[in-house]
C-alpha cells in the first residue's frame, strides 16, 4: 500500500511540495502575528476550560511547517534550511510563551483556575510520541499529495502543538515550574515524533535529489524577507 501511494507521486508533486513547505514556514512579520494569535487564543481556551476555542485556534496555527521543513532539511543535509526551520521554531514558542504569560497575568483572575485542559496538557507519555509520529507521517503525505492538502489543518489539531506553547506561559506566569516543565516535555515529544516520522516519509520519497531546488526556493524567500524588513 505505501509503495503504491509513493508510486502514484509526481516529480512536480515533490517540487510543489518543497515550494510550498518553505514558503509557508518562511519567518515573515505575518507568520509570527499569527503564532502568537493562535497561542493567544489558545490560552483564552485553557484558562476558561473551553476546548471548543482550543481547537479553533489551532486551525490558524502555522508552527506545522517549520517543523516539517526542519525534517526536509535534516533528510537533505542542507544545513541552512536546518537552521533556518530551527530558528522560526525557537522564535515561535519563545514569542508563544511570552504571549501566554503576558494574557495570563492579565487576566487569570476570570478563569477557572487550573482547568482540566492545562492538567491534560501536563501529563506527558509515551501515547502522545505514538499520536505525533503518527501525524507526522500524515502531514508529510498531504503536503505531498496535492488533493489531500486541504486536511493539514485537521493534522495540526491532532497533534496539538500550540497548547503545550500555551500553557509553558501560564506556568511561567504562575511561578509553576513543574507545569511549565511537563507542557515543554509534551512540546519536545510532539515535535520530536512529526520530525522523526516526516524524516522517515521525505527520505522514503528521495527528496533529497531536490536539494537545488530547495535551496534556490530558500534563497527567494530570503530575498523576500530581506525586503520586508528594510521597508519596514
Not at 508533486?13 to 503564532?35: C, G, R, W, Y
Amino acid at each position: 500500500m505505501v509503495i503504491t501511494v509513493l508510486d502514484n507521486l509526481t516529480e512536480k508533486d515533490k517540487t510543489d511540495a518543497i515550494e510550498k513547505l518553505i514558503q509557508n514556514s518562511t519567518p515573515h512579520q505575518d507568520f509570527f502575528m499569527m503564532v502568537i494569535l493562535s497561542v493567544l487564543m489558545t490560552t483564552f481556551g485553557l484558562l476558561i476550560d473551553n476546548s471548543a476555542v482550543i481547537i479553533g485556534s489551532m486551525l490558524i496555527a502555522p508552527i506545522l511547517y517549520p517543523i516539517l521543513s526542519l525534517s526536509l532539511g535534516i533528510v537533505m543535509s542542507d544545513h541552512r534550511l536546518i537552521s533556518r526551520s530551527f530558528n522560526t521554531v525557537l522564535r515561535s514558542v519563545a514569542l508563544g510563551v511570552a504571549a501566554s504569560a503576558i494574557v495570563t497575568l492579565l487576566f487569570s483572575k476570570m478563569g477557572s483556575g487550573t482547568s482540566f485542559e492545562i492538567i491534560a496538557r501536563t501529563k506527558p507519555s509515551l501515547m502522545y510520541a505514538a499520536i505525533a509520529v503518527i501525524a507526522g507521517m500524515a502531514a508529510s503525505f498531504a503536503l505531498i499529495k496535492p488533493r489531500l492538502s486541504e486536511i493539514l489543518p485537521g493534522i495540526a489539531i491532532s497533534v496539538a502543538l500550540i497548547p503545550p506553547v500555551a500553557v509553558m506561559g501560564i506556568g511561567i506566569a504562575k511561578w509553576n515550574w513543574g507545569m511549565m516543565s511537563s507542557a515543554l516535555v509534551l512540546l519536545l515529544i510532539n515535535v520530536l515524533g512529526i520530525v522523526f516520522a516526516s524524516m522517515l516519509v521525505f527520505s522514503l520519497l528521495n527528496l533529497y535529489v531536490k536539494r537545488k531546488i530547495a535551496r534556490e526556493v530558500v534563497d527567494e524567500e530570503e530575498k523576500k524577507l530581506n525586503k520586508e524588513n528594510r521597508e519596514r
